[in-house]
């Protein structure tokens, strides 16, 4: 059948079969290979495997145990995040780190080692994994943790489903009050005033974010909101779920220069009308377009691209408004912009995504050769400030900028599964 | 919230029987018994259970599902355990026709586990119930059941005795406080269907499938289509006219 990843740029031919245990994987005929595949909320080609086969482990949605002393919980990789929150947030306790969508497997966070609003205070979602347990296309089964096997770990965590499949996982869950945040959002004028809220902030605030306006060029405004669980119990009704969908994809994508200058400002405008503090829901606060279903079809049939990068902070602010200058300049863009500063801190996997510095992700409807010119333009200033790029986001990052951005490649190749394969790795590493 | 308490579940690792049971042991369960083939599997799903309702207890009983000495035997073990308010006959398993057309064993087997085992099962917990006086008995059928296709008739030819069992258990206790509930899913996207899925056909959510159940078991519909579309669908189907349905490729 064909497969889309949520940039929904190509939709080619695979194979797919749902892994309904988790105690062994299916024998895979000579030659071909395989590629776990959760929730496909990646948006480039990182879970994709054209021509090849699919697992799909979603089926692998069974809790193991839940120790409600220590907060540890044992699930098997399909399980989705949404879940986990939806049934231990009522009972107190919470995922430390989720990313901006909820709609994702245990499995697919622990290979991107996503990261959330909180880096600078819990790092990403390899941080809180005490144990998990890999299932080799040989049949062989390593249980490796930030202790036990800690190479295998550490190949494994970020390693986009190429070391083998994670079957099951512990993770350490955290306290908390209960679903509600205490938020706060401020305008912002300027990149300087953007990083003065995020060294402002963080002390004070576990969850940092901005959403910046990327037609504004050299003024870069935009809304910074901050956030910490609130305190106590609050006792408001809980917001139902509702759910909408994108029908159909139109035919032109919904997004171009024209749409989005003034829905950008009309968004600014509403944002810093509405600016101070209030409480919110944590879904509503954490996964803000999880309600609108199948949001990626507005690009239209051609599918969009996202553009993640981090950029180490001493020349941070020189590299986010020298991108700005280029995306301003180029008139494409979308309303999705995202910057935000990761802390201080190094992640667990050789190949994720997080590092310290400043990190800049945005939304481009895919036009063919202009927006991958301008991707160009935006990878020689990665390129020189010593940044990478996130392959959970990518579908045509250059060679050399992959092989500069993550240096540990070579040690990551030793723990690869030879019976797995993705466009990705195909297109990056050879195989 | 519902005086549905006590619940057994037949076939109890299947993906729509798990989500049934999830979305219960949100209402709030006092007691479950899961049957299943496989003890390993069957503990898989208990072990599920127990972490989303800690509160709830929940017991697994492996069998033979097609020796109705070993259904007695279980029936009458989990009855023993529990005086179910709910009893759902879930397991199945969708064969390949052409295979069945081709080797009689098949075939058999294919009828075996469709038809003959829930309706023993059905039978076995029908006898309890009425020494309870109460209770609600729930089979899944199918859509395949309502009418004969080239494509699935041995499939739907099992549904459709398990349709005609439940229909008859409904006349046996009409008026009594015992409800036989008969549900028919459309194509649902579970473990069972994963090979038609790859090429491509679209099917329901399990969660979708299931809340449709759960929902049609507490109001006590004694049809439950899910989604309630098919009920529209299959009406239309049982009565197109011969001429057009034989040239229909389904
Ligand atoms: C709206 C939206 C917001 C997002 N926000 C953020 C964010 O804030 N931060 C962030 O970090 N990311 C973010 N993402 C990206 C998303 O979190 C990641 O792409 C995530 O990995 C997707 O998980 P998935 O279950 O869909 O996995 P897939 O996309 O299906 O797969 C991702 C990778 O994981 C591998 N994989 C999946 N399951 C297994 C397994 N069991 N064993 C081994 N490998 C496996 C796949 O092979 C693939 O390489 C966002 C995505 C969306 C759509
Ligand atoms: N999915 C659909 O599209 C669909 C549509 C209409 C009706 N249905 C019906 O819905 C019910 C649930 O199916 P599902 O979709 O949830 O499928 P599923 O997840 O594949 O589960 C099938 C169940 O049947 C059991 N089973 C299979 N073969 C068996 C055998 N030979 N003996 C005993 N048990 C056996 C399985 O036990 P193990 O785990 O031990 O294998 C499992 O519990 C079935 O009655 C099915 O016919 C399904």
Redo the contacts between chains.
């Keep these: 059948?064909?497969v889309y990843s949520w940039g929904r740029l190509s939709g080619e031919p695979h194979?797919?079969?749902?892994l309904?245990?988790?105690g062994s994987l299916p024998a895979l005929a000579d030659g071909q290979r395989a590629l776990p595949h959760g929730m496909g909320r990646s948006y480039g080609d990182s879970c994709l495997n054209p021509q090849g086969t699919l697992w799909k482990t979603t089926?692998l949605d069974?809790?193991?145990?839940?120790d409600?002393e220590s907060g540890l919980?044992v699930?098997e990789a399909g399980v989705l995040l949404r879940d986990i929150q939806r049934?231990f947030i009522p009972r107190g306790w919470i995922l430390p780190v989720t990313p901006g969508t909820q709609l994702v497997t245990v499995g697919g966070a622990i290979a991107n080692d996503v990261h959330g609003k909180n880096h600078h205070v819990h790092g990403s979602f390899g941080d809180h994994v005490r144990q998990l347990r890999l299932l080799r296309t040989d049949g062989s089964v390593i249980e490796c943790g930030p202790e036990q096997n800690a190479e295998w770990f550490a190949a494994t965590v970020g390693g986009l489903g190429l070391t083998g499949v994670i079957t099951q996982a512990c993770l350490q869950l955290r306290p908390v009050a209960g679903p509600w945040m205490e938020t706060e959002t401020c305008p912002y004028h300027s990149l300087d005033d953007f990083f003065q809220l995020a060294d402002t902030s963080e002390a004070q605030w576990e969850h940092t974010v901005s959403w910046i306006d990327c037609m504004s060029g050299s003024h870069s405004r935009g809304i910074f909101m901050r956030g910490n669980p609130a305190a106590a119990d609050i006792s408001q009704p809980e917001p139902a779920a509702k759910a909408l969908t994108v029908p159909l994809v139109p035919p032109v994508s919904l997004i171009n220069p024209l749409s989005l200058r003034p829905f950008n400002a009309a968004y600014f405008h509403a944002q810093a009308r509405k600016s101070g503090r209030r409480i919110q829901h944590y879904a509503g606060y954490f996964y803000p377009l999880d309600n609108l279903l199948e949001w990626n079809r507005i690009y239209g049939p051609r599918g969009f691209y996202q553009y993640q990068s981090v950029v180490p902070r001493h020349v941070g602010q020189d590299a986010v408004a020298a991108m700005l200058k280029e995306i301003t300049r180029s008139g494409a863009g979308s309303f999705l912009a995202v910057l935000k500063t990761f802390g201080n801190r190094q992640a667990v996997g050789m190949m994720s995504f997080p590092q310290p510095g400043v990190t800049l992700a945005l939304d481009f409807p895919n036009k063919g050769a202009s927006t991958l010119a301008l991707f160009q333009r935006l990878d020689a200033i990665v390129r020189e400030a010593g940044g990478r790029l996130y392959m959970a986001k990518d579908a045509r990052m250059p060679r050399d900028l992959f092989e500069a951005g993550y240096p540990r490649l070579a040690e990551f190749l030793n723990y690869r599964d030879p019976g797995l394969s993705s466009a990705l790795s195909r297109r990056l590493i050879g195989y | 919230m519902s005086t549905m308490r006590k619940i057994v579940i037949v076939g109890a690792t299947s993906a729509m029987a798990e989500h049934c049971a999830r979305l219960w042991l949100q209402q709030g369960v006092d007691e479950m018994v899961l049957i299943g083939r496989d003890v390993q599997r069957t503990e898989r799903v208990a072990a599920d259970l127990r972490v989303r309702a800690p509160q709830c207890r929940i017991e697994t009983i492996s069998s033979d599902f097609l020796q109705p000495e070993a259904i007695a035997r279980t029936v009458d073990q989990a009855c023993n355990t529990i005086n179910p308010d709910i009893v759902l006959i879930a397991h199945g398993s969708l064969p390949e026709q052409a295979d069945c057309q081709q080797d009689l064993q098949q075939n058999r087997a294919a009828l075996e586990v469709n038809a003959l085992s829930p309706v023993l099962f059905a039978e076995a917990f029908a006898t309890h119930l009425e020494q309870a006086g109460q209770g609600k008995l729930v089979l899944i059928g199918s859509v395949a059941g309502d009418r004969g296709r080239k494509s699935n008739y041995v499939y739907g030819a099992a549904k459709g005795l398990v349709t005609r069992y439940a229909q008859g258990l409904q006349h046996r206790f009409a008026g009594s406080r015992i409800q036989v509930l008969l549900v028919k899913p459309g194509p649902t996207d579970t473990p069972m269907t994963a090979h038609i899925k790859s090429s491509g056909a679209k099917l329901a959510s399990v969660e979708q499938v299931a809340a449709n159940i759960v929902s049609g078991v507490a109001r006590g519909k004694m049809v439950i289509y899910a989604p309630a579309k098919w009920q529209l669908i299959m009406l239309i189907i049982r009565h197109l006219p011969r001429v057009i349905f034989n040239q229909m490729n389904i």
């Excluded at chain 1, 194979?15 to 749902?18: I, W």
Aim: hydrophobic residues 55%; contains cysteine.
């Design positions: 059948m064909k194979a797919v079969s749902m309904a245990s988790a089926a069974h809790y193991v145990s839940f409600p919980l699930c049934t």
